[in-house]
Structure formats: structure tokens, C-alpha cells
């Protein structure tokens, strides 16, 4: 099994960053795409920012040249710096990562696609 443990949420003024953090624990192999995603109460959850392995971040128009996405592939780890917050972007952070797990068995590993959301860390913006 996989989980994704998020954490860096926060309250912060207009203007304000927060880094936020997330990572993997299980028997992983392999992360594909790491990603981070927004929700507010009636709309639909929305893409901020992914990173696939070895390639070129993918940002939402409302947040491109103000939230950078990182991951450390040794760590299992992605974090997302949030720099000059507005109101609008208060809501629920989830974490997202899909990749292979393996499954450790005397007679051979197996292995298995997974993808997982993390639990969501609240972030308001206010002043």
C-alpha cells in the first residue's frame, strides 16, 4: 500500500507565500507524476501545478510565474512554493502521485500501478 502525508497549510495575509509539502510512504518502485490540486466547497477540484519524472512542470494559467513545483524523487517528496496568495486561493490542498508499487514475494516481485490523493491541508488566505 501507498499513502501521502501532506503537510504546510496554513493561514497567511494577501501577498503571503506557504511551501507545501508532501510525501509518499509504502512499497513504492516508481513515481510517475506528482501533482498538487485545489478544491473549494461546490466547484470542481482543479489542477494547480504536476510534474511528471524527468520532465517539464505543468502549471494552471491562474498561478504560472508565482507557484513553482519541486520534487525529489530520492524522497518520494513534492512541495509546492506558493508566493503572492490571494483570497480567491483559499481552499483544500490535495497532494496526487501515480506509479508502480511492488509487492515483495518469495517467488518474485510483483508489481502494481498505483495512485493515491493525500488527505488535504487546508490553506486560507486572509488578512
Known amino acids: 500500500q501507498v499513502h501521502l502525508v501532506e503537510s504546510g497549510g496554513g493561514l497567511v495575509e494577501p501577498g503571503g507565500s506557504l511551501t507545501l509539502s508532501c510525501a509518499a510512504f509504502?512499497?513504492?518502485?516508481?513515481?510517475?507524476?506528482m501533482g498538487w490540486y485545489r478544491e473549494v466547497p461546490g466547484k470542481q477540484r482543479e489542477l494547480v501545478a504536476d510534474i511528471p519524472v524527468g520532465g517539464s512542470a505543468r502549471y494552471s494559467d491562474l498561478v504560472k510565474g508565482r507557484f513553482t513545483i519541486s520534487r525529489d524523487n530520492a524522497k518520494n517528496t513534492v512541495e509546492l512554493q506558493m508566493n503572492s496568495l490571494q483570497p480567491v486561493e483559499t481552499a483544500v490542498y490535495y497532494c496526487n502521485m501515480d506509479g508502480t508499487l511492488v509487492e515483495r514475494r518469495h517467488d518474485g516481485p510483483i508489481f502494481h500501478p498505483f495512485g493515491r490523493w493525500g488527505q488535504g491541508t487546508q490553506v486560507t488566505v486572509s488578512s
Open positions: 509504502g512499497n513504492i518502485f516508481s513515481i510517475n507524476t
